[in-house]
């Protein structure tokens, strides 16, 4: 089912598959922000990502004594959604487990994805419920993709990243090696990135301590500016398509409370780099916004 709101500068599109951002629109620009979903390159646009972030070292994970397998970036995704609230400018999403993925997640929960429309930008606020009755232990990332280039005239190389850390952190960059995560350096001196073709040859771009991240047009001056102040950890992606030796003609701006195992991993959940933890009857609560220029 497709959900729309819309104000006097943005109109929006949700799947209630996945609760997913499927299409933004500028009204004042005529631009449409989003990566289309074409299956050519990825068939995604915006997915969160739930219970896990990345992929887990042999795609499973021990919890008080028993092993349980999960793919990459979980399932929620892939789950459908009841509609919560909505008005003009605002929607809201609920999934409640109830007894579906205890195979794979030992755990229950419910879930909560709200959009908030403000003059250009969309609020994007997750809130997770812990109905166990013990500690849960999870992760959660967002994964828009924007579509690169937004004009005809304009190609890859006329776009940039740019990056505001966080304040009196240090940024540690990491890398993906068989889709693992190892710490490759402190990044302090970070502030500009040019897309080019080969960007993402060598999978994702992951930081630690990034507050913001520009994705800009240096002709036009069009693009998304992603805000995620206190957010852990970041990706950034693209398909890299090894035939052409071209990057996919969009831009993913990661912000996650988690991230992919580290080589390392002792494979204990409890143990996990990154791991959330969610007291008996708690609520974790997160919001990133996207402003589209």
């Known amino acids: 089912m497709v959900i729309g709101i819309e104000n006097d500068w943005l109109k929006v599109e949700f799947l209630s598959n996945g609760a997913e951002v499927r299409k933004v629109t500028h009204k004042k620009t005529g631009l449409d922000y989003m990566w289309s979903g074409d299956d050519k390159y990825w068939g995604r646009v915006a997915p969160v990502l739930f219970p896990i972030v990345g992929r887990l070292k042999e795609d499973q994970y021990e919890f008080n004594g028993q092993t349980y397998s999960m793919s990459q970036h979980g399932f929620l995704r892939d789950v459908t959604f009841e509609l919560h609230a909505k008005s003009d400018t605002n929607v809201s999403f609920v999934f409640e ?39 849960m232990y ?10 690169v280039p937004l004009l005809e005239n304009e190609a890859i190389e006329d776009y940039s990243l740019h990056f505001t850390p966080s304040t009196n952190k240090n940024v540690i ?16 001196d970070i502030s500009m990135i040019k897309l080019s073709d ?9 930081y630690s301590n990034i507050d913001l991240i520009k994705l800009i047009s240096n002709k036009s001056g069009h693009g998304v500016e992603v805000m995620f102040e206190a957010f852990p950890f970041v990706g950034i992606w693209s398909k890299y398509m090894e035939d052409f030796g071209t990057m996919a003609p969009f831009v993913c701006i990661e912000p996650w409370y988690g991230i992919a195992d580290t080589y390392h991993t002792s494979g204990k959940l409890k143990e996990k780099f990154g791991i959330n933890k969610l007291e008996m009857g708690g609520v974790f609560k997160a919001e990133y916004k996207m402003k589209f220029l």
């Open 173 to 188: 960059e990491y890398e993906l090696k068989d889709s693992l995560i190892h710490e490759k350096r402190t990044a302090n």
């Open 198 to 206: 080969s960007l993402f040859k060598d999978d994702a771009l992951v």
């Open 138 to 147: 999870f992760s959660i990332g967002a994964h828009p993709a924007f579509k």
């Open 97 to 135: 487990s109830a007894g579906q993925y205890t195979s794979i997640f030992p755990f229950e929960f419910k879930a909560f994805i709200h959009y908030e429309l403000q003059e250009d930008s969309l609020t994007v606020q997750w809130e997770i419920l812990n109905e166990n009755k013990e500690d």
